[in-house]
C-alpha cells in the first residue's frame, strides 16, 4: 500500500510539474518582445496560446498558423497593419489558418497575390469557428478565401472588406466556400475589383446590418451572391449600386443550381439604391421566407 501511495504521489508530482510547459501562453510580437515577426510566433505557437501583435506595419511577413484554439489581437487596424507587398505563404494567403477555433481581432490584411491570383488576406482551411472582429482586408486578391470545409462556422463583425479582387472576376472582397455557416454582422464591404462584395456558398448565410456602398465608381458585380442557396438571412443592410457596376443585380441567390435542400430566402428591413440606368435589387431562384 505504501509503494502504491508513493507511485500515485510521484505521478501526481509529475503532472503538476508538465502543466505550467502545457499551459496557454502568450506571445508578444513587435520591438524588444520575444518574437519579431508575426510569422517567428505563428512557428511557435501551441494550442490555446494568444498572440498579441504590437502597433506597426509589417511588410512582406506571411505565415501559415496551425495551433488550435488559438487568438490573435492586433493594436487595431489602423495601427496593426500587415503588408503582403504581392506574397503569399504557400502560395495561398497573407495568412493561412489551419488550426480550429482560431479568433483575430484588431489587424488590417493587405497586399496578398500568387501566381493562381487567389491570394488572400486570409485563406481559411479547417474546420471548427474562425472569429474575426475589427479586422480590414484590402488590396489583396481575395480579401478572404475558404475552401471546402463542411463544418466550418465563420463570423465577421465590424470587418472592412474594400478594394479586393484580382480584377478577373473570379475573385471578390470575401468568398466563403462549402461552410456550415457564416455569419456576416455590422460590416462593410465595397469597391471590390471585378468580383464580387461577398460571395457565399454557406450551407447557412447570416447578414445582417451591413453596408454595401459602391458609390459613384465601385465596379463590384453582385453586392451579395448565395450562389448554390442555402438558408439565407439578409436584414437590416444597405445596398447601393453603382452607375459603372458591370451586373445590374444587387443580391442574387441561387442563380448557378445545385441548391442545398430546404433553401429560403429571408430578407427584411433592408433599404436598396440603385444608381445604374437599370438593374434587379434582388434575383432569388429559392423561395422567399414568409413574414
Known sequence: ?????????????????????AAPRELRV??????AKPSDAARAARDGDTVRIAAGTWRGDVCVWRANDLTILGAGADATILDAEGRAAAGKGLWVVQGTNVAIRGVTLRGAACPDRNGAGIRHEADGALTVTDCRFEGSENGVLSGVAT??????????FRGNGAGDGQSHNLYIGRAKR????????????EGHALK???????????????????????????PNGGRVRIAGCRFVQSPVAPN????????????????????????????????????????????
Do not use: W
Open 1 to 21: 500500500m505504501k509503494r502504491l501511495l508513493l507511485v500515485l504521489l510521484a505521478l501526481a508530482m509529475s503532472a503538476f510539474a508538465q502543466d505550467p510547459a
Open 30 to 35: 513587435g520591438p524588444g518582445e520575444a518574437f
Open 151 to 160: 463544418n466550418a462556422v465563420l463570423t465577421f463583425e465590424r470587418c472592412v
Open 182 to 193: 457564416l455569419v456576416l454582422r455590422d460590416c462593410a464591404s465595397d469597391h471590390a475589383r
Open 200 to 226: 457565399s456558398r454557406a450551407l447557412e448565410t447570416v447578414v445582417e446590418r451591413c453596408v454595401f456602398d459602391d458609390g459613384d465608381d465601385g465596379r463590384s458585380s453582385y453586392l451579395v451572391d448565395c
Open 248 to 291: 445590374g443585380t444587387m443580391v442574387s441567390v441561387g442563380e448557378e443550381g445545385g441548391l442545398y435542400p430546404g433553401s429560403v430566402l429571408d430578407q427584411r428591413d433592408n433599404r436598396f439604391e440603385n444608381r445604374r440606368a437599370n438593374g434587379t435589387e434582388i434575383r432569388s431562384l429559392v423561395p422567399l421566407a414568409t413574414p
